[in-house]
């Protein structure tokens, strides 16, 4: 704090929540200085908390909701983890890419899926009034309609 002041000059009151902010921070950290930051992280009572917030009962079958969420977003990392192990190898035998060609249209697929979203998604959520669970579902399966593609279409374009 005394750096900050020598160097942008004394603060108004109405930065006084923000200072006492900073000063609990700096406190925690400086009572949290002896602990192994890998402890920290892998923290146990954040998972007690996590699970305690997850398993509490809720109206309208949110609590369901939330743990359909966690599975579907799991699936979904799996499911776009794994074929970056493979893709290339599956690009070189079945179209005859070299890594230039895999490189470009990669690229080119990424920047049309972005664009996709920035287009379809507000006409979702705007015109149509998707909720951001639709809006998911919507997004997922489009990912699994990309890759069903992918491995329907078996010669080179």
Not at 2 to 13: A, D, I, L, P, V
Not at 90 to 107: G, I, L, M, P, R
Not at 134 to 155: D, E
Request: charged share 20%.
């Amino acid at each position: 704090m005394e750096e900050f002041e020598r160097r942008f000059g004394t603060h108004s009151s109405e930065d006084m929540s923000v200072t006492e902010e900073i000063l609990k921070k700096q406190k925690q950290y400086e009572d949290n200085r002896h602990i192994h930051p890998m402890k920290l992280l892998f923290d146990c009572t954040n998972v007690k908390e996590m699970l305690k917030t997850c398993c509490k009962p809720r109206a309208n079958h949110v609590r369901l909701q939330i743990w359909l969420l966690f599975l579907s977003m799991a699936i979904y990392i799996m499911a776009y983890m794994a074929p970056i192990v493979f893709m290339f190898q599956f690009c070189q035998k079945v179209y005859n890419w070299d890594s230039e060609t895999y490189s470009n249209v990669s690229a080119g697929a990424s920047f049309i899926s972005c664009a996709a979203t920035l287009i379809i998604a507000p006409i979702l959520i705007k015109g149509f009034t998707f909720k951001d669970t639709s809006l998911a579902m919507v997004g997922i399966a489009s990912f699994a309609a990309q890759y069903v593609l992918k491995g329907l279409i078996l010669s080179p374009i």
